[in-house]
């Protein structure tokens, strides 16, 4: 990135900044609140993200697999932000979010990549002593095995927080959760 881009960038961050505490002002020692859903992939810090995102729609409208949608949250400063819901569908890092970007509030630079990871909400198939491996067929990182227990562990250092293991778990115990 040029000198002057990045100058561009930081005056475009400053100035949203400025515009999200104009129009938030929290109260001293408020926190600033944090959406319960997991936002789009690459999104920057949540104060950062906040400010940033204009909720323009564009992140939404680009994502061919429909798996970004608008967050039902009531208080204003969440309602309507984009989130990643992968209780139908996966993601396959396409990029074509972060790309479609243009307030800097999804950025390949300074955001995290990986917002979901999966989780056991209740009693494994392999657990209760039936044969099933769906999830660690279904991993295209191969971050599942099965151990002693024979509950399915998850290796974060390998897991991309795609969602195709609890697409694929039919009795619904592997959900994906905010990273
Ligand atoms: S990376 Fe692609 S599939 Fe994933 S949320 Fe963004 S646009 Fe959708
Ligand atoms: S494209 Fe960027 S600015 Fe627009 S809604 Fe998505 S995250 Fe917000
Ligand atoms: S979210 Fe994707 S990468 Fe992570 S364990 Fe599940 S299938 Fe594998």
Redesign the pocket.
């Given at each position: 990135m040029s000198d002057i881009q990045r100058t561009d960038d930081e005056q475009l961050i400053s100035s949203a900044r400025r515009a999200f505490f104009r129009r938030f002002a929290p109260e001293p020692e408020q926190v600033v609140p944090n959406s319960r859903y997991p936002r789009?992939?690459?999104a920057v810090d949540n104060t950062l993200f906040l400010a940033l995102c204009t909720q323009c729609d564009q992140?939404i409208d680009?994502?061919?697999?429909?798996?970004?949608g608008r967050s039902d949250e009531k208080e204003e400063i969440l309602s309507g932000r984009p989130v990643?819901d992968l209780s139908y569908g996966?993601?396959?890092?396409?990029?074509?979010?972060?790309d479609?970007c243009p307030a800097g509030a999804l950025s390949r630079e300074k955001g995290k990549k990986r917002q979901t990871i999966p989780q056991l909400s209740g009693s494994c198939q392999a657990e209760l002593g039936l044969y099933c491996n769906l999830c660690e067929e279904a991993c295209p990182e191969q971050a599942i095995s099965f151990g002693a227990d024979k509950k399915p562990a998850i290796d974060l250092s390998l897991c991309s927080g795609c969602g195709e293991c609890a697409m694929d778990c039919y009795s619904r115990v592997l959900v994906m959760a905010k990273a």
């Amino acid at each position: 990135m040029s000198d002057i881009q990045r100058t561009d960038d930081e005056q475009l961050i400053s100035s949203a900044r400025r515009a999200f505490f104009r129009r938030f002002a929290p109260e001293p020692e408020q926190v600033v609140p944090n959406s319960r859903y997991p936002r789009p992939p690459w999104a920057v810090d949540n104060t950062l993200f906040l400010a940033l995102c204009t909720q323009c729609d564009q992140c939404i409208d680009q994502c061919p697999m429909r798996v970004l949608g608008r967050s039902d949250e009531k208080e204003e400063i969440l309602s309507g932000r984009p989130v990643l819901d992968l209780s139908y569908g996966s993601c396959d890092f396409c990029g074509q979010c972060v790309d479609a970007c243009p307030a800097g509030a999804l950025s390949r630079e300074k955001g995290k990549k990986r917002q979901t990871i999966p989780q056991l909400s209740g009693s494994c198939q392999a657990e209760l002593g039936l044969y099933c491996n769906l999830c660690e067929e279904a991993c295209p990182e191969q971050a599942i095995s099965f151990g002693a227990d024979k509950k399915p562990a998850i290796d974060l250092s390998l897991c991309s927080g795609c969602g195709e293991c609890a697409m694929d778990c039919y009795s619904r115990v592997l959900v994906m959760a905010k990273a």
